[in-house]
């Protein structure tokens, strides 16, 4: 398949392109310049026509671009980069889209603080936080699209993403509580990559609507999220399972 | 009550203001200078001190979702989205009281005319810009409101006319001005749950396709029912 990556230059692309290059031609794209053996150019997510021109040729979209600090990058990236995402679908009768996000797209903090085992299919509540918001609004751009013409959209979410070689205490990272919690959905680099790979091969027309939303994450004991659905439709199995990270750090 | 009315551009936001300023003290903003008898600011109602000034000491705000038809999509797509992100973020940092949303029927447009259709029923958007930006202008103030960060009203308004198109060219949702600033007048002053609120207006036409004045009503005995009060003008 020819796939074309819109952000591919940040932290999960490279394991997108590890995932995807020996079984298919890709065609990366950021808004920064990118060293790769294979087909780069440079396009912004925020300008439609470049992404028009971007998708020419192609059979699959993956959106793994994000800005999430900056508001009017924000809305231009998450969700107005979105519209021009679908518009190049449509243009280009592209039939098949794999969107990423946060979690909070769904489930903003009005879910996560109150409920436990929230599932992708429950109506969004991203709250006014701008990441969360903006991909939300963009989710719903996609969406909409859908509903309209025949293209697929699977909107794979994630909520943090590690090494598990190399994530322990002195990584510097946040989310480094190694022995005293870990994130109740929190999901390996590989593992992620691995589910947009798996995406590219479900049979569209048996999920249940052009539009489908997919908690990604191995199995963790908090029974906070569930990622029962992206198991079952995207056949997906995570490799690792990070348990070694739950265990009480021993004093 | 102070009230700033946005998108001063547009003919809908003038005839509100002007309704509005008999018994309120009204502000307009749009990016561009419009004439106007009315205080007029100019904002691009950026993220900023300025959108926070523009919106400091007013009771309420109403914002318009209709588009500048000349824009591009992008910039369409952009002001509806970041810009209603940005005035409510300012609004609720000041203190804003309330939020009025004009947001359009035509986001109701996909069902049967014969459903007895209310503000309960899920909308359904097109990709039609000027029906999109209303639909994403609503998710922005209802996590707002889910948030408590300030009261917002959405009203969703049947298609503008004047008085003067003649009775054959009007639709069945049709909405004259008076009408709406009747809405927008309710609005201003109804008692509101306080979370969200959502209406239905139009005007009093032949086979009126929306209802329009019913109390939002729930089973539980403890949210309270809210009505908006508006009665449309009988018109022979
Ligand atoms: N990293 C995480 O922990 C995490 C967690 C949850 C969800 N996600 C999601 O995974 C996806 C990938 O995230 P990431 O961690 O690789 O993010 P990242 O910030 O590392 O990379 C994002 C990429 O988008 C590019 N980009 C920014 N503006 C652009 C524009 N205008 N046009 C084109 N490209 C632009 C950036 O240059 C960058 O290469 C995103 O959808 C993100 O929301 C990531």
Avoid at chain 1, 14 to 37: F, G, K, Y
Avoid at chain 1, 59 to 71: E, F, M, P, Q, T
Avoid at chain 1, 181 to 201: F, G, K, M, N, Q
Wanted: aromatic share 8%; hydrophobic share 40%.
């Amino acid at each position: 398949m020819n796939v074309l990556i819109l952000g591919a230059n940040g932290e999960l692309g490279p394991h997108v392109v590890r995932a995807l290059e020996h079984r298919h031609q890709l065609r990366l794209t950021d808004i920064n310049d990118l060293e790769t053996q294979h087909e780069y150019f440079r396009a912004d997510a925020a300008d439609l026509d470049q992404v028009v021109a971007a998708a020419e040729g192609m059979d699959v979209i993956i959106n793994l671009s994000v800005l999430r600090k900056d508001r009017r990058l924000a809305f231009d990236v998450n969700a107005r980069g979105c519209y021009n995402m679908m518009t190049a679908a449509v243009e280009h009768g592209i039939r098949r889209v794999v969107n990423t996000g946060p979690f909070y797209v769904v489930a903003g903090p009005t879910y996560e603080r109150f409920d436990h085992m929230i599932g992708p299919d429950v109506p969004h509540q991203p709250g006014t936080y701008l990441y969360a918001l903006t991909k939300s609004l963009g989710q719903e751009i996609c969406r909409v699209f859908t509903e309209s013409h025949d293209i697929h959209v699977m909107d794979l979410l994630f909520y943090m993403l590690l090494d598990p070689e190399t994530h322990n205490v002195e990584s510097g990272s946040p989310i480094a509580n190694v022995g005293h919690d870990l994130v109740p959905y929190t999901i390996s680099w590989r593992d992620a990559a691995e589910a947009i790979r798996c995406a590219l091969y479900v049979e569209m027309d048996k999920l249940p609507s052009r539009s489908e939303v997919f908690f990604v994450f191995p199995d963790l004991p908090h029974q906070k999220f569930s990622s029962e659905k992206a198991r079952r439709l995207l056949g997906w199995e995570p490799k690792d399972q990070l348990d070694q990270f739950w265990k009480k750090a021993k004093l | 009550m102070k009230v700033l009315v946005t998108l001063a551009s547009s003919h809908l936001s003038l005839e509100i203001a002007s309704s509005l300023s008999g018994s309120h003290e009204v502000r307009l903003t749009d990016k561009n200078e419009v004439s106007t008898d009315l205080e007029i600011v100019c904002s691009d109602l950026g993220h900023g001190a300025p959108t926070n000034e523009l919106v400091r000491g007013m009771n309420a705000i109403v914002h318009s979702g209709e588009i500048d038809p000349a824009a591009s999509v992008s910039d369409q797509l952009d002001y509806q989205m970041r810009c209603t992100y940005n005035l409510l973020w300012s609004a609720a940092e000041e203190g804003v009281q309330r939020f009025i949303y004009l947001s359009s029927l035509r986001l109701m447009d996909g069902y049967d005319p014969d459903l007895a259709v209310t503000e309960r029923w899920k909308p359904l958007p097109t990709t039609d810009v000027s029906v999109l930006c209303y639909h994403l202008g609503e998710m922005i103030c209802r996590e707002f409101a889910r948030e408590n960060k300030i009261s917002v009203v959405i009203l969703r308004l049947g298609d503008i006319a004047s008085e003067k198109v003649a009775k054959t060219a009007i639709s069945t949702s049709t909405l004259y001005m008076d009408d709406a600033a009747l809405a927008i007048e309710k609005a201003l002053g109804a008692d509101h749950s306080g979370w969200l609120d959502i209406y239905h207006i139009q005007s009093v036409v032949p086979n009126a396709r929306y209802l329009t004045g019913q109390p939002w009503w729930s089973a539980d005995d403890v949210s309270p029912s809210f009505n908006l009060g508006y009665e449309p003008r009988a018109r022979s």
